[in-house]
């Protein structure tokens, strides 16, 4: 399918010429904010789903339980660590690197004491779906807005332009990736993580797909 086998993040009208832009426009930044809060609406969903973490999270567990030191740090260490990976891959950052970060963690704070938090595991894996393809939508819009990437998401770009494998392959095979290492390492996986790990990369490539294509209207 050809949603699948999007190769490369493409622009818009509103797209950001260049990542590193300090005077983007304002419907741009727009696009921006509002995409990167879906994206911690979505995140929140998983978590609240109570049927499995993130695997990225899933990482963060097996090394606290083999380093000692808490989830939290080991979770910011990652993401320096994925962001030290962006210089081989000559990834650009830019504004939306920043504002990835605070506004995600900004909204999961918010947002996670008023969604619900289901007791049926068909209700759990719904909303754990639910959330991966918001968080899969969110990615496009906030991609498109070409101000730069966060962390995990501008290691896919940045593998996907080396390899040039899908989006989607890139993607799926980045978390599988991750999922093993923390598993291995004695971390917990659950539904959710698998949910999340096989459908991210087809999410994010759904979301890529569709904005682009409404954009073009």
């Keep these: ?17 260049k990542p590193l832009n300090f005077s983007p426009k304002p419907l741009t930044v727009f696009i921006l904010c509002f995409g990167l809060t879906l994206f911690g609406l979505g995140e929140s ?22 380093s000692g030191l ?14 030290i990976l962006w210089i081989p891959l000559k990834q650009p950052a830019g504004v939306g690197t920043i504002l990835n970060v605070i506004i995600i963690a900004a909204v999961i ?7 619900p938090s289901p007791e049926h595991e068909g209700l759990k894996l719904l909303q754990a ?18 101000l730069g990437p966060g962390p995990r998401d501008g290691l896919m770009t940045g593998f996907q332009r080396v390899t ?10 980045l978390e599988i990736a991750v999922i093993s290492i923390g598993w291995t ?14 459908g991210i990369g087809p999410a994010v490539s759904f979301g890529l797909y569709c904005i682009s294509a409404t954009s073009k209207n």
């Design 1 to 17: 399918m050809q949603i699948f086998s999007i190769k490369s993040v493409p622009m818009a009208q509103w797209s950001s010429e």
């Design 45 to 66: 969903l998983i978590i609240t789903a109570g049927a499995g973490m993130s695997p990225w999270t899933v990482l963060a567990e097996g090394l606290s339980k083999t």
């Design 70 to 83: 808490s989830i939290g740090v080991l979770t910011f260490l990652i993401s320096l660590a994925v962001l």
């Design 109 to 115: 704070e918010w947002s996670l004491p008023f969604l």
């Design 129 to 146: 779906v639910a959330g991966t393809v918001m968080v899969g939508i969110a990615s496009g819009i906030y991609l498109i807005a070409n």
């Design 164 to 173: 040039g494998l899908p989006i989607a392959w890139v993607r799926a095979m």
């Design 185 to 198: 390492l004695g971390g917990s996986i659950g539904l959710a993580t698998l949910i999340f790990a096989f």
